[in-house]
């Protein structure tokens, strides 16, 4: 099952990372009175009612600006487009429809998606409905009237973007058939991979056209077991105005891991483990999938009997908030490594999917709790009454204390550490949720 993806666009300044922020609830969009400041597009999930879906927040769009940085913004905003499942085209009842609006609204009716337009800046409807009455004439369906600053109208727009939403896409569906995420920023060699493991005699199935996410499905069998491999290699710079590489990979990633129960991100060797990898791994982290790090162009490196060494300290250092993380050193050029691949992943899939019993894990927390004593505040001491595992994918536990305030981040942790070195887990986030009981009772 993969979040619904609700895009919102519209020219500069008129308010579109003001109503960001509202439905994702802080302050994540830089909001300044200046057009062009949100210049990437950014990404949060969202509930509404019963339903849950990732929202891209775009620069402005300028039709027809010879600008630079406008120009980017632009083709940033139609990848969202392209990406989006329902769009929130957005404009400005104090500024009143203008030309722009119009090329914009052509632009999203090429597009085929569905539209909810939203007329924003209105923090009194008795003094601006007529004026959003005017937006009518964009031909683009019936305007809502909505303030982002005052958090006007907002349920009533949300209602009617949900109701784009593919209901039967949204039912879970059991699969098993693993699928596998290969990201990373362009040009490290993520399309070169899948392309050697497809080269190596092995059965391809098919090749599905990438659904709505604009990626590329490759079913491959290896040893009588099929996978899904999904690649987001699908987009390359056309010229030098798109040096900023990581404005045009970020959205394809969360789509692609939303989809995947394995992620695979691919390190470049030669330029090494940088800022901008640790964001994307951090995509697949905060969604709690299974995660291979996989150095590529190993081939290329030259290495003492220290290389390996250092390098892996170093990705360590950079990606310290997921020790969990399985890391290869491969080549696509040569096909390194490559078999061990499949390897890794069938061992990720099964930490995955690990349950551990109820009264295994409260005689490791009941012994972990013997040997390091619970945090206490104030003369109020921690107590853990009961452990559970309540779900995989990932595994996720839930703790019963007597107090959820006093359990703090590193404690939580230690129980972690303790739980990975009976199970070891490797591969895979764990989830845990901290639960208040006054009682044992």
């Known amino acids: 099952m993969s979040k619904p993806i609700v895009a919102i666009v519209g020219r500069p300044n008129v308010g579109k990372s003001t109503l960001f ?8 969009s830089i909001v300044k009175d200046t057009p062009g400041v949100t210049r990437d597009r950014i990404y949060a999930d969202v509930d509404w009612l019963n339903f849950h879906f990732t929202l891209i927040d775009t620069g402005g769009i300028e039709p027809e600006s010879s600008d630079i940085i406008l120009s980017q913004m632009r083709e940033q905003a139609q990848i969202a487009i392209d990406t989006a499942d329902v769009i929130i085209f957005i404009t400005d009842v104090r500024q009143g429809l ?8 052509d632009m999203l009716r090429r597009s085929a998606k569905p539209v909810v337009l939203a007329v924003n800046k209105v923090d009194n409807f008795d003094k601006y409905m007529m004026d959003v009455y005017e937006f009518y004439n964009l031909g683009i369906g019936d305007p809502m009237p909505i303030s982002a600053a005052s958090k006007l109208g907002i349920g009533d727009l949300l209602d009617v973007v949900t109701q784009y939403f593919d209901k039967e896409s949204l039912k879970e569906e059991e699969d098993d058939i693993p699928h596998i995420a290969i990201v990373g920023k362009p040009n490290v060699g993520k399309s070169s991979i899948v392309n050697k493991l497809l080269g190596q005699n092995r059965v391809i199935v098919s090749d599905v056209a990438g659904t709505t996410r604009d990626a590329i499905d490759t079913s491959v069998i ?4 099929e996978y899904i491999f999904i690649d987001t290699a699908g987009l390359r710079r056309k010229n030098k105005i798109r040096e900023e590489l990581e404005r045009y990979s970020i959205i394809r990633t969360v789509t692609a891991v939303e989809r995947a129960d394995v992620v695979i991100v691919v390190i470049d060797a030669q330029e090494g483990v940088t800022e901008q990898d640790a964001k994307i791994a951090g995509i697949a982290h905060e969604r709690g999938k299974g995660i291979i790090i996989a150095v590529n162009k190993w081939d290329a490196i030259e290495k003492d009997d220290k290389t390996i060494y250092k390098y892996t300290n170093k990705v360590r250092e950079v990606l310290a908030y997921m020790p969990y993380a399985e890391l290869m050193f491969i080549s696509a050029e040569t096909g390194q490594r490559l078999p061990k691949l499949f390897e890794t992943i069938d061992m990720v899939l099964e930490n995955q999917t690990l349950r551990v019993q109820t009264g295994v894990l409260n005689e490791i927390m009941t012994e972990a709790v013997a040997l390091q004593q619970p945090p206490s505040d104030k003369g109020k001491r ?8 309540v779900s995989v994918k990932p595994p996720t536990f839930v703790i019963f204390v007597n107090d959820k305030e006093l359990m703090h981040f590193s404690y939580t942790r230690y129980l972690e550490n303790r739980i990975r070195d009976a199970f070891g887990f490797r591969g895979t986030s764990l989830k845990f949720i901290i639960r208040e009981r006054k009682n044992k009772e």
């Open 21 to 28: 922020n509202s439905l994702a609830g802080e302050n994540i």
């Open 98 to 105: 203008v030309d722009s609006d119009a090329k914009v609204a």
């Open 222 to 225: 290896w040893n009588k077991r």
């Open 382 to 389: 921690l107590k853990l009454y009961y452990i559970t595992q």
